[in-house]
């Protein structure tokens, strides 16, 4: 099977400019392609995540990555798929997420001479002189077109700034200098980029007079259509100082029966043979599989030694066996007792199994909290150093979370 058609197969394409010319330039590794990353915080998360897959499988197949991280798209901030303006970040801010990324691109893709590049946006944004922009490429633009775009369509009714209304023109000189250095001939991305990579191959067309191609991904969604990669707590990075790989594998271990093989499909490198395999499982194959997806998606980030142990901690928990050796632990200082004790709401939001007290006396009201396999009732259970010396088991819907509290 042909990549393009293993990317179909495994529910990856979203929309695409030129079907037949995409599938010629990467079946046959002449794709030189990128995708952007723009640093607004110091780790990936799960959305890159499925950009940094793709952009291995293409490299297995010969094509060629680019990586842009967006030290100057970053400065302006992307309204895509947000309802209000993103935090403006400090020069100093960006430069630091982007060494961060650097670090973490590098377990994904292969960088070096006559593999993937890595490049920063900043090097050319940040010196183009505004006026010489305008005549460059303003004429390119129709504004009409721009404010149709789903990217800024959705912000009208709360207001787009006038700096993020730029965004559109900045990722589009991106690929139009891109394709001008580095023949890098199309641009992949989420399928909420979609606007702003058409943006990118008309400017192309309209300057050079030249053709360039645009594909989007599959978001990752779960059946009830919201978007994955998200906890109570926040975001799952790939960061493993942010997530642990054991938090990172529960996350995968816990998702909906109807979304698992989806995922395994999407995001796992096993082979679709053996994931077609799966269609027919039910009941507690089901648990297997989520067991299979959270595995291979944490030896993927963290490692195989990480992904073992995380395993290995889950099925002894889920056993019963309680080995919290592998199990996130928060210790808990001096100060965080009052007279002695700590009660159990301010348990749950120094552990960030909540994300408040208020949020804590809700899950304990629901029957959602137990201790060391014990149900808690009493919002105001309240704990001694001694008496911490347990494992707090927390269950979301059916879901357990397991976390270590010590003093």
Same mark, same amino acid.
């Given at each position: ?10 529910g ?46 293409? +490299?297995?197949? %010969?094509?060629?990555?680019i990586?842009l991280?967006? #030290? @100057? !798209?970053?400065? *302006?901030?992307?309204?895509? &798929? ?39 946006n ?36 709360k ?12 990722q589009?000189?991106?690929?139009y ?5 580095y023949?890098?001939?199309? +641009?992949?991305? %989420? ?7 058409? #943006? @990118? !191959?008309?400017? *192309?067309?309209?300057?050079? &007079?030249?053709?360039a191609y ?10 009830e ?103 996130? !632990? ?18 749950l ?12 006396r809700?899950?304990?009201q ?42």
């Open positions: 099977m042909k990549i393009y058609d293993e990317l179909v197969a495994r990856l394409i979203a929309q695409v400019t030129d079907e037949d010319e995409i599938k010629e330039l990467i079946n046959n590794g002449k794709a030189v392609f990128y995708i952007g990353f723009d640093p607004t915080a110091d780790s990936l998360h799960v959305g890159h995540f499925m950009a940094l897959c793709l952009m291995k499988r293409l +490299q297995m197949a %010969g094509n060629r990555p990586a991280l967006g #030290g @100057g !798209t970053g400065m *302006i901030g992307d309204p895509s &798929g947000r309802s209000d303006l993103r935090k403006m970040l400090t020069k100093e801010d960006i430069d630091h997420n982007i060494a961060c990324f650097k670090k973490q691109m590098s377990r994904f893709i292969e960088f070096g001479e006559g593999k993937a590049m890595m490049v920063n900043a090097d050319w944004l940040l010196d183009l002189n505004y006026v010489e922009v305008l005549r460059e490429v303003g004429t390119c633009f129709s504004v009409n077109n721009m404010l149709r775009a789903e990217c800024y369509k959705q912000r009208m009714e207001g787009l700034s006038f700096l993020e209304f730029n965004y559109m023109i900045m589009s000189y991106d690929f200098h891109l394709f001008k250095e023949g890098c001939n199309m +641009q992949f991305g %989420g399928d909420d980029q979609w606007s702003n990579m058409l #943006g @990118g !191959t008309e400017l *192309i067309r309209k300057k050079l &007079g030249k053709d645009a594909m989007t991904i599959t978001l990752l969604m779960n059946s259509g919201k978007k994955m990669g998200k906890t109570a707590s926040g975001a799952v990075w790939l960061d493993p100082e942010k997530t642990s790989p054991y938090e990172f594998y529960q996350y995968w271990r816990n998702v909906g029966d109807q979304d698992v093989l989806k995922c395994i499909r999407m995001l796992t490198f096993l082979p679709l043979e053996e994931i077609d395999a799966m269609n027919d499982w039910e009941g507690s194959q089901l648990n297997e599989a989520k067991d299979i997806l959270a595995y291979e998606l944490t030896k993927l980030v963290h490692g195989e030694e990480e992904a073992q142990k995380a395993r290995e901690a889950s099925k002894a928990l889920f056993g019963g066996g309680m080995d919290s050796a592998n199990m996130p !632990t928060t210790t808990l200082a001096d100060e965080d007792f009052t007279d002695g004790k700590i009660d159990i709401l301010e348990v939001v120094k552990t960030g199994i909540t994300k408040s007290r208020g949020e804590g809700r899950l304990v629901q029957g959602g909290v137990s201790v060391d396999d014990n149900k808690v009732t009493d919002i105001g259970l309240s704990f001694t150093a001694d008496e911490l010396k347990v494992n707090a088991v927390i269950v979301k819907k059916g879901k357990k979370v397991f976390h270590k509290v010590q003093a």
